[in-house]
Nanobody, 122 residues
Framework: QVQLVESGGGLVQAGGSLRLSCAAS????????MGWFRQAPGKERECVAT????????YYADSVKGRFTISRDNAKNTGYLQMNSLKPEDTAVYYC???????????????WGHGTQVTVSS
């Protein structure tokens, strides 16, 4: 079992920045790939970014490339999502997820946090 807890969400104006954190506990965090997903009201949960166990591979959705950066600190059992140049369309609940394999869709991840709300005002 891996327990994940997100933090760092909030209300920000368009063009602003937020840094989300995902604190992991339980089994060895460094053995798991990690992903950040988001879900807006009435929409499906979509992949924002993923990172491999050793940070050697990353993936970004086209909508966030150049604005978001995913990273992790295995020594601290924590993952991060730095979000810059935020847009109103980035408004959603953001979730971190972990799994043994690096996937790009929500159904490929076994462990999930409860989410943190990000609201970007125009």
């Amino acid at each position: 079992q891996v327990q994940l807890v997100e933090s760092g969400g909030g209300l920000v104006q368009a063009g602003g920045s937020l840094r989300l954190s995902c604190a992991a506990s339980g089994r060895t965090f460094s053995s798991y790939a990690m992903g950040w997903f988001r879900q807006a009201p009435g929409k499906e949960r979509e992949c924002v970014a993923t990172i491999s166990e050793s940070s050697g591979r990353t993936y970004y959705a086209d909508s966030v490339k150049g604005r978001f950066t995913i990273s992790r600190d295995n020594a601290k059992n924590t993952g991060y999502l730095q979000m810059n140049s935020l847009k109103p369309e980035d408004t959603a609940v953001y979730y971190c997820a972990a799994d043994r394999l690096l996937g790009l869709v929500a159904r490929e991840y076994v462990y999930w946090g409860h989410g943190t709300q990000v609201t970007v005002s125009s």
